[in-house]
């Protein structure tokens, strides 16, 4: 089976940096990916690791530790327009044909001014 | 053109109704997905077409029933509905094959009286 899990909720200020985590449980595992969903709107893809080490597009950034079966989203510079729900994700495998994307429980960001 | 396209944003119905949602893109994914979002709550996988064919159906109640048309278009048809079904519907797209980046619709809000 799947399983990721991550901190319900993070709360941070205005201008900080904060990181959200995400632990996997997976039977064969090809990445990780991370969304965004702010309240009433759609999840939005930010990113997706495939390999060890840091991605960084603008303020966010992704890691993954394949051998820790661990990854983390760093946002920078945080504006109040991040505060929204943030998934972890991966693929399952057992499934060849097409892609089953399964969420992990999200965090939900809150920033302060 | 980046969008997926959901109607209607909001939909009220009886238990006896029967109702259609429909999702449109026009990014040339071969592959569809409808998930259900309870509140505060991660997307959980319903349907996945690739090619217009149903590839994944994850042991979804009867009552729900899918369809695709064309490659551009997927229905979500209604009946029957238990109060317990009201949520989020989101639907989602993505390129063919096995791809992890999801472009999903702002969603149906569902309500089942």
């Known amino acids: 089976g799947q399983s990721l899990e991550q901190p319900s909720e993070v709360t941070a200020v205005e201008g900080a940096i904060v990181q959200i985590n995400c632990t996997y449980q997976?039977?064969?595992?090809?990445?990780l990916s991370w969304y965004q969903q702010h309240d009433g709107g759609a999840p939005t893809f930010l990113s997706y690791?495939?390999?060890?080490g840091l991605e960084e597009t603008g303020r966010f950034s992704s890691f993954l530790s394949r051998s820790d079966s661990y990854g983390y989203l760093l946002l920078q510079e945080l504006q109040m327009k991040d505060s929204a729900s943030y998934f972890c994700a991966v693929r399952d495998r057992r499934y060849s044909s097409a892609s089953k994307i399964i969420f992990g429980s999200g965090t939900r960001l809150s920033i302060r001014p | 053109d980046t969008e997926v396209t959901q109607t209607p944003k909001h939909l009220v119905m009886g238990m006896t109704n029967k109702k259609s949602l429909k999702c449109e893109q026009h990014m040339g994914h071969r592959a569809m997905y409808w998930y259900k979002q309870k509140a505060k709550k991660p997307p959980e996988l319903m349907f996945v077409y690739s090619y217009e064919k149903l590839s994944i159906n994850e042991s979804v109640p009867s009552r729900f029933s899918p369809e695709c048309p064309n490659s551009s278009l997927l229905n979500l048809h209604l009946h029957a509905l238990q109060p317990e079904d009201s949520a989020l519907y989101l639907c989602?797209?993505?390129?063919?094959?096995?791809?992890?980046?999801?472009?999903f619709g702002s969603g149906t809000q569902l309500s089942v009286l």
């Open positions: 997976t039977s064969g595992f090809y990445g």
């Open positions: 989602a797209s993505s390129q063919a094959g096995l791809n992890e980046k999801l472009f």
């Open positions: 690791n495939a390999l060890d």
